[in-house]
C-alpha cells in the first residue's frame, strides 16, 4: 500500500521559513517523479514544483519560483520543500503527491499525502 | 500562462448526469487528468490522460476532450459523488502543471 506522509507544519512568521517533509513508503521512492501541490483555505488546488525521480531536476510554479526549493533523498524515501521568505499569500495545506512516472511532463498523481498545514501569520 | 477554467458548481438530481467542463486554448492537444476531492480529503485521481479510469474508480465516470474543451461525464449520480472536481495539465510552453478553478458537484 501507498502511503505518503507529510510533516512540519505549523505557524510561522511573514519572511521566515519552513521545511516540510514527505515520509514514502509502499513502492520503489526512486522509481518515481514526486510532487508537491498545495491548497489555501476554501481555495482550489496550486501545483508548487516538482522533482525527477533522480533528483536531478526541478520544477517551480512562478510564485515560488527562487524562495522554494524541492529536493528528495531516495536513501530516506523522503520527500522536502524548504520554503524561505515565506508571506501570507503561502498560508495552505500542502500535499505531498506521487507521479506516476520518473520523468515530469504529462503524467499524473496517482497519490496523494492528507497534506500538512503551513500558516504564514505574525 | 495557461489558463484552465471551469464552471464554480454543478447540481444534479441523484440518477442523472453531471457534466463538469474544463476550458482551456486547444486543450484537446494536451492530456487531461481529472480529480475528486470530497471535503477534509486529499484529491483522488478519477480520470487520466482524458478518458483512462484507473482501478477502483466506478465506470460511471468518463472523460472526453476535443478541441478547447475537455469534460468530465458522471453519469447515474449517486450522493457519494458530491465532491470538488478539478482538471489538470501539463503546459509544454511554461513546463508548468496547471489545475483547474474546481467545481463543486452537488447532488438535489
Known amino acids: 500500500e501507498v502511503v505518503l506522509l507529510e510533516s512540519g507544519g505549523g505557524l510561522v512568521q511573514p519572511g521566515g521559513s519552513l521545511r516540510l517533509s514527505c515520509s514514502a513508503s509502499?513502492?520503489?521512492?526512486?522509481?518515481?517523479?514526486m510532487n508537491w501541490v498545495r491548497q489555501a483555505p476554501g481555495k482550489g488546488l496550486e501545483w508548487v514544483a516538482s522533482?525527477?525521480?533522480?533528483?536531478?531536476?526541478?520544477y517551480y510554479a512562478d510564485s515560488v519560483k527562487g524562495r522554494f526549493t524541492i529536493s528528495r533523498d531516495n536513501s530516506r524515501n523522503t520527500l522536502y520543500l524548504q520554503m524561505n521568505h515565506l508571506r501570507g499569500d503561502d498560508t495552505a495545506v500542502y500535499y505531498c503527491?506521487?507521479?506516476?512516472?520518473?520523468?515530469?511532463?504529462?503524467?499524473?498523481?496517482?497519490?496523494w499525502g492528507q497534506g500538512t498545514l503551513m500558516t504564514v501569520s505574525s | 500562462s495557461y489558463v484552465l477554467t471551469q464552471p464554480p458548481s454543478v447540481s444534479v438530481a441523484p440518477g442523472k448526469t453531471a457534466r463538469v467542463t474544463c476550458g482551456g486554448n486547444n486543450i484537446g492537444s494536451k492530456s487531461v487528468h481529472w480529480y475528486q476531492q470530497k471535503p477534509g480529503q486529499a484529491p483522488v485521481l478519477v480520470i487520466s490522460y482524458d478518458s483512462d479510469r484507473p482501478s477502483g474508480i466506478p465506470e460511471r465516470f468518463s472523460g472526453s476532450n476535443s478541441g478547447n474543451t475537455a469534460t468530465l461525464t458522471i453519469s447515474r449520480v449517486e450522493a457519494g459523488d458530491e465532491a470538488d472536481y478539478y482538471c489538470?495539465?501539463?503546459?509544454?510552453?511554461?513546463?508548468?502543471?496547471?489545475f483547474g478553478t474546481g467545481t463543486e458537484v452537488t447532488v438535489l
Open positions: 503527491a506521487k507521479d506516476e512516472e520518473c520523468t515530469y511532463g504529462t503524467s499524473y498523481f496517482d497519490y
Open positions: 489538470q495539465v501539463w503546459d509544454s510552453s511554461s513546463d508548468h502543471r496547471v
Open positions: 522533482v525527477t525521480c533522480s533528483g536531478g531536476i526541478t
Open positions: 509502499g513502492f520503489t521512492f526512486s522509481s518515481y517523479a
